[in-house]
């Protein structure tokens, strides 16, 4: 049946008056204004022959029928204007009152998505993934340990991280003069944008085999992707400290792309050796992270006893308010270690086992 609404579709409204059925195919030619043939349904030969006028709606009524149904059912034809996807910057920032400036210069995000804009952006680590929170006793109890490689993949991990960490080491002289703030926040920011990469490259390999595939995943993917996003975060957390240089920059932008080749490459050819070799990052991240607390409970960086934590640190990690920079490389530290034992359990099991830990844990 020939409707108002596949002579809308057709923008023939002003041609209506042009319109004649063609027999015996049971097709509609418009003469004017549109292009093509509109079918109609097969039980209505009356129609033939006779003008479309007697059958179809007039422009009024067309008019009238789209008027009605805009008012009516955004659900089956949306309406751009109501979306707010569609909505241009300037109907977005009009909708952004609920959101609530603290006078911090903050924002307060109040659920809407249109609740906020790049004028008044909600907090770094709003939209976080779940993260273990330490206990105090977690955060105090974090040691040093090692677990010997087994095997050929295990030892070509385990001296490629040591190759790494001494190059890097003796690279930035980070072993000769003081260790300063500036050396350690420099040397926090840069390992961890290389730290961020593993889990990402990993959940990416696995997701895309899932669907190459069509086979389940056996859960790992999420755990993966926790930890890319909080070493991003502890990226963010020292980014609070100090803004790098654009040499900073430069070598940066360098090393991800080295490293993103060689993990992505090596993640294809062999998993485990790809979580061994993190496993054996981690280890590296606790001694570092381990060295950084003896600075500050006992050498040049005590200032840090008493030094406020970020606001991002301590709404990540769920901090006392009065939290200092050695709560948060605390927390880092547990983090790492978090970190340390997850891949060295993952590189123990077959890529179809399924993973043991749940999200957030
Ligand atoms: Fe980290
Ligand atoms: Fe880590």
């Not at 209506?16 to 059925?21: A, D, G, R, S, Y």
């Not at 770094?124 to 090692?146: C, Q, Y």
Request: aromatic share 8%; hydrophobic share 40%; with cysteine.
């Amino acid at each position: 049946m020939l409707t108002s609404r596949m002579l809308v579709r057709c923008g023939a409204e002003n041609a209506l008056k042009n319109v004649t059925i063609i027999a015996p195919s049971q097709s509609v030619k418009v003469k004017q204004g549109c292009v093509g043939h509109l079918h109609l349904a097969p039980a209505r030969p009356t129609l033939c022959s006779a003008t479309v006028r007697n059958y179809a709606a007039t422009k009024q009524e067309v008019d009238e029928h789209v008027r009605k149904y805009k008012e009516g059912n955004f659900d089956k034809i949306p309406d751009p204007e109501r979306l707010e996807h569609f909505k241009t910057h300037e109907a977005l920032k009009t909708a952004s009152s609920a959101t609530v400036a603290t006078a911090a210069g903050k924002a307060k995000v109040t659920g809407s998505t249109t609740d906020v804009t790049n004028d008044s952006p909600p907090p770094v680590g709003t939209h976080a993934l779940p993260h273990p929170i330490w206990s105090k006793d977690e955060l105090d109890n974090v040691v040093v340990t090692h677990k010997p490689p087994s095997g050929v993949v295990d030892k070509m991990a385990f001296y490629s991280v040591k190759l790494m960490r001494k190059s890097f080491d003796l690279l930035t002289l980070f072993d000769f003069g003081e260790r300063t703030e500036r050396k350690w926040v420099l040397r926090i920011c840069f390992l961890e944008t290389v730290a961020g990469v593993p889990g990402m490259v990993a959940a990416m390999t696995r997701h895309l085999t899932s669907l190459r595939r069509l086979e389940r995943d056996h859960g790992w993917i999420h755990t993966l992707l926790e930890e890319a996003e909080n070493e991003r975060m502890h990226l963010m957390t020292a980014l609070q400290l100090r803004q790098p240089t654009r040499l900073f920059r430069g070598c940066v932008i360098g090393a991800q792309g080295i490293f993103v080749t060689f993990f992505s490459f090596a993640y294809m050819l062999s998993p485990r050796f790809c979580h061994r070799f993190v496993g054996y990052l981690e280890e590296e991240a606790v001694i570092t992270y381990t060295k950084c607390i003896k600075d500050i409970k006992d050498g040049p960086m005590k200032h840090w006893q008493t030094q406020e934590a970020p606001d991002l640190a301590i709404r990540y990690w769920k901090l006392d308010e009065n939290a200092t920079m050695l709560d948060v490389i605390l927390a880092i530290r547990a983090d790492e270690a978090h970190h340390r034992v997850v891949n060295h359990t993952l590189a123990s099991l077959k890529e179809d086992d399924y993973n043991p830990y749940k999200p957030g844990k």
